[in-house]
């Protein structure tokens, strides 16, 4: 399935794996990219050494194009990691959470294309005119830090806001390819997928938090500032209740990510082997589509099955409508 994304990433099908932090490393990655996708590690959560010897297993395993996401808003120096990941051969920078403003040059003069994750028009708009190659409208229904606005209003006002200027790609609940049909109705040019690619095999999780996705529903989840202290979409748990009851007690990102630690609820970028994990408090990010995920499926049988299923989706329209 070919689109603009597809051409400008170098990749086969219109699928990106999101750049999930805890979650997002580099088995899933190189599986995504193998099976023609584009895999982003989520490195937000990784120390600097421990995003180098991912990007390196990423080409352990696969010659194809991957991406890094890093977090904008967290403290510290962005410019070594841009760095490091240019040297590692990276493709794609993927700033989360605010617009890189300081390293949109350096990427350029390097090669790397750079990625906005944008929840509202007007950081599309800055993000673009910051230099920005491409942007993610990502909806409320996200799992992870997320924004306000549903996806279905924001991919299309996103693409007419910028989408003469680069491609926007849709995010937030897609879970399958009717959702990547419907992205490319409204405009995208592609799917940045989360939630669904944690339930797969590749994919790396703390214990419980596969199986929560299966045993979730739609209504499973919740909008909390309980574990970053900004707003987050989590499987809802009694730790999530317990600041929604007391939102005096929380602190400001980052301070609060501490206070979740320190609490035993936030273990992200842990895995299989974490312990103490109490599964009715731990931090378990999710979108509204965890409800639709009831197996795992292998990350590269999910991306071929995304393209198959939007194109008889779309097929489907053609037949079911006559002009
Ligand atoms: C476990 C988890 C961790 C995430 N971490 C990040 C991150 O570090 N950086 C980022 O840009 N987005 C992050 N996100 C948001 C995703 O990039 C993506 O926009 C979102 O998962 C898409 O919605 P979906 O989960 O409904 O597919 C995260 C999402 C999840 C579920």
């Not at 493709?91 to 949109?104: H, I, K, R």
């Not at 944008?118 to 190659?133: F, Q």
């Not at 007419?160 to 009717?178: K, Q």
């Not at 739609?218 to 707003?231: L, M, N, P």
């Amino acid at each position: 399935m070919r689109t603009p994304l597809t051409d400008m990433l170098g990749i086969e099908h219109p699928v990106m794996l999101a750049g999930m932090g805890g979650v997002s490393y580099s088995a899933l990655v190189a599986a995504v990219s193998e099976a023609g996708g584009f895999g982003c590690l989520g490195a937000s959560t990784m120390p600097h050494d421990q995003m180098v010897e991912e990007m390196r297993a990423v080409r352990r395993i696969t010659d194809r194009p991957f991406g890094v996401d890093l977090l904008t808003a967290m403290p510290g120096d962005m410019t070594p990691r841009v760095q490091a990941l240019i040297d590692e051969g990276a493709s794609v920078f993927v700033a989360g959470l605010g617009v890189p403003t300081e390293v949109v040059r350096m990427c350029h003069e390097n090669g790397v294309l750079v990625v906005s994750m944008c929840g509202k028009v007007s950081h599309a708009i800055r993000a673009v005119d910051a230099g920005c190659d491409l942007v993610v409208a990502q909806g409320t229904e996200a799992g992870g830090h997320t924004g306000q606005v549903a996806t279905l209003p924001l991919v299309p006002q996103m693409v007419d806001a910028v989408g003469t200027r680069v491609p926007v790609v849709a995010a937030g609940g897609i879970f399958d390819g009717r959702g990547l049909a419907a992205a490319l109705c409204l405009g995208a040019v592609g799917v940045w997928v989360g939630t669904r690619f944690i339930a797969t095999p590749e994919a790396r999780a703390v214990p419980g938090y596969k199986e929560r996705l299966i045993a979730t529903g739609e209504d499973g989840t919740v909008v909390t500032r309980a574990y970053t202290g900004k707003t987050l979409r989590a499987v809802r748990n009694s730790y999530t209740d317990q600041f929604e009851r007391h939102p005096e007690n929380l602190q400001p990102f980052p301070a609060q990510v501490l206070q979740a630690t320190s609490d035993g609820a936030f273990h992200l970028g842990g895995d299989e082997s974490t312990p103490d994990i109490d599964i009715e408090r731990e931090c378990y990010p999710a979108g509204q589509g965890t409800g639709a995920i009831k197996d795992l499926i292998p990350a590269g049988d999910l991306v071929r099955r995304f393209v198959e299923e939007a194109e008889s989706a779309l097929a489907r329209v053609r037949g079911a409508i006559r002009l």
